[in-house]
């Protein structure tokens, strides 16, 4: 009797410290910070410290922390016991951490001849930074002053890194298909890079280029503007929720806006994310799936099902999300309204994919579908040229070294259902639907068979939109997550 009333007691304990904004706000950072570190090990002079059990301690990790969203059970009410500025002044620290960083990066592997004008820049960005933490400024200030910089260092890093492919074959893929589509050719054809190569994206991927591409603009302006839309779609849902859900502009609301963009604006600033942007087109996908969040999140049914559309024409990955979106639809809206919702999507879907798909069908299937999803072809190219999956973070490495690779989809199938049927026996709310979005894309990733550091940038997206959500929960949505 003893030990049931101890357990009983430590389970109380356990729930109140996962129903604090603080659970959320921890975990977001600890998976900003894993993400980043192992995104660019070399900044952090850590690559020497590369090897099985990083790779699969840090896969544990992940692990660990996407376990720590599903057990999240946030309550508005836990929100207010945030100090505002001692948020501030933390995040703002990290941000200058980020700053040296990526200043790092820059003068000993981008341009280690950096010019003076560059040297005085960082160090006046170092510098207000610094005076950040001191004096704490206006929130909108220290946004701005995070954008102005990483948006600088990622326009001066253009001229330094070439899109070529001997520097990554993503973006140099995206010119071929978009000067063929000009061409009135198809886009899904067999490219040369030397190495032969299918267009791997689906279509909004590479036509989000277009219009840099036809202006003769370096098109990785795209991939910062992306970026960008991420930091715009958390403001937005600050702004939009309040009337939404009949809360006042007070304290409690500026608490939880502040912590998501200081975030975003901290991530914006890490040199992982920059090296991103530089030579993947990965920031597109990113940006529309956070525009989708953000459409669910603030209500927007018909919008969010059109957003869907997109996301399905964008990344194969819309797989991982859908399926929660249209388990909050259905417990909240019903299946007739949840129906034509998800009809919806699959027109927008369709009038995107369908053109391309009937212009060139073979080779749209190989590349869009076929290339990374088909253990036979890239992902055993890779893996037969120089166990490329042993070196990056995940539990694939261990499958492929035993010819087991063939139970990673099944492994990842097996848990997406189960976090779905989780999801709905938690009454599918929107409070928890960004947390299980987060754990899905984590636990989805580290049994992927392929394996890249940007893969687990997704999850970071919903973490982000998380700490955006969890203060703009509607009246409803709070008591349903009280009971």
């Known amino acids: 009797?003893?030990?049931?009333?101890?357990?009983?007691?430590?389970?109380?304990?356990?729930?109140?410290?996962?129903?604090?904004?603080?659970?959320?706000?921890?975990?977001?950072?600890?998976?900003?910070?894993?993400?980043?570190?192992?995104?660019?090990?070399?900044?952090?002079?850590?690559?020497?410290?590369?090897?099985?059990?990083?790779?699969?301690?840090?896969?544990?990790?992940?692990?660990?922390?996407?376990i720590g969203w599903l057990c999240s059970t946030p309550r508005l009410a836990s929100m207010a016991m945030f100090s505002p500025q001692l948020v501030q002044r933390g995040v703002t620290a990290l941000m200058l951490l980020a700053w040296l960083a990526t200043l790092r990066d820059f003068y000993i592997f981008i341009t280690p001849a950096m010019p003076l004008v560059h040297i005085i820049g960082f160090s006046i960005g170092g510098l207000l930074l610094w005076f950040a933490i001191i004096r704490p400024p206006p929130l909108t200030w220290l946004i701005w002053l995070a954008v102005s910089l990483g948006s600088l260092v990622r326009v001066m890093s253009f001229s330094a890194i070439p899109i070529e492919p001997s520097r990554g074959d993503m973006l140099p893929l995206v010119q071929g298909a978009l000067a063929n589509f000009l061409a009135g050719e198809s886009p899904y054809t067999i490219y040369t890079m030397p190495w032969e190569l299918p267009l791997t994206y689906l279509?909004?991927?590479?036509?989000?280029?277009?219009?840099?591409?036809?202006?003769?603009?370096?098109?990785?302006?795209?991939?910062?503007?992306?970026?960008?839309?991420?930091?715009?779609?958390?403001?937005?849902?600050?702004?939009?929720?309040?009337?939404?859900?009949?809360?006042?502009?007070?304290?409690?609301?500026?608490?939880?806006?502040?912590?998501?963009?200081?975030?975003?604006?901290?991530?914006?600033?890490?040199?992982s994310l920059q090296h991103w942007t530089q030579a993947t087109t990965a920031p597109i996908w990113w940006a529309v799936l956070a525009v989708t969040l953000a459409l669910v999140i603030c209500g927007h049914r018909w919008g969010a099902a059109v957003a869907l559309g997109v996301c399905a024409a964008t990344s194969p990955l819309i797989a991982v999300v859908a399926p929660f979106v249209g388990l909050y639809w259905l417990r909240t809206?019903?299946?007739?309204?949840?129906?034509?919702?998800?009809?919806?999507?699959?027109?927008?879907?369709?009038?995107?994919?369908?053109?391309?798909?009937?212009?060139?069908?073979?080779?749209?299937?190989?590349?869009?579908?076929?290339?990374?999803?088909?253990?036979?072809?890239?992902?055993?190219?890779?893996?037969?040229?120089?166990?490329?999956?042993?070196?990056?973070?995940?539990?694939?490495?261990?499958?492929?070294?035993?010819?087991?690779?063939?139970?990673?989809?099944?492994?990842?199938?097996?848990?997406?259902?189960?976090?779905?049927?989780?999801?709905?026996?938690?009454?599918?709310?929107?409070?928890?639907?960004?947390?299980?979005?987060?754990?899905?894309?984590?636990?989805?990733?580290?049994?992927?068979?392929?394996?890249?550091?940007?893969?687990?940038?997704?999850?970071?997206?919903?973490?982000?939109?998380?700490?955006?959500?969890?203060?703009?929960?509607?009246?409803?949505?709070?008591?349903?997550?009280?009971?």
């Not at 430590?10 to 604090?20: C, E, K, P, V």
Request: charged share 10%; hydrophobic share 55%.
């Open 1 to 66: 009797m003893l030990q049931r009333s101890s357990l009983r007691a430590m389970f109380i304990r356990l729930r109140g410290l996962t129903a604090h904004y603080g659970w959320v706000f921890s975990l977001t950072i600890v998976l900003a910070l894993v993400l980043d570190i192992t995104g660019s090990l070399h900044v952090y002079s850590l690559d020497r410290l590369l090897g099985a059990p990083l790779i699969l301690g840090t896969a544990a990790l992940l692990v660990v922390v996407a």
């Open 203 to 271: 279509p909004i991927t590479w036509l989000a280029y277009l219009p840099a591409y036809s202006l003769g603009v370096d098109m990785r302006v795209t991939s910062v503007l992306a970026e960008l839309t991420i930091g715009a779609t958390l403001s937005w849902i600050a702004t939009s929720r309040g009337a939404d859900a009949g809360m006042q502009t007070n304290q409690r609301c500026l608490i939880g806006t502040s912590v998501g963009l200081l975030v975003w604006a901290w991530v914006f600033l890490q040199p």
């Open 333 to 483: 809206h019903g299946w007739r309204q949840t129906t034509a919702s998800v009809m919806l999507a699959l027109l927008v879907a369709a009038a995107i994919i369908l053109p391309f798909l009937l212009w060139s069908p073979q080779q749209f299937m190989l590349g869009a579908y076929r290339w990374f999803n088909d253990n036979s072809l890239f992902p055993q190219l890779r893996w037969d040229m120089d166990n490329t999956w042993a070196r990056q973070v995940g539990f694939s490495s261990i499958f492929w070294r035993r010819d087991l690779e063939g139970m990673l989809k099944p492994i990842q199938m097996s848990l997406l259902l189960g976090l779905l049927a989780f999801y709905w026996w938690r009454r599918a709310p929107l409070a928890l639907l960004s947390s299980f979005i987060t754990a899905a894309f984590l636990l989805f990733t580290v049994f992927n068979p392929v394996l890249w550091p940007y893969l687990y940038t997704p999850a970071l997206i919903t973490a982000l939109m998380s700490l955006g959500l969890y203060e703009r929960l509607s009246n409803i949505e709070r008591e349903s997550v009280e009971r």
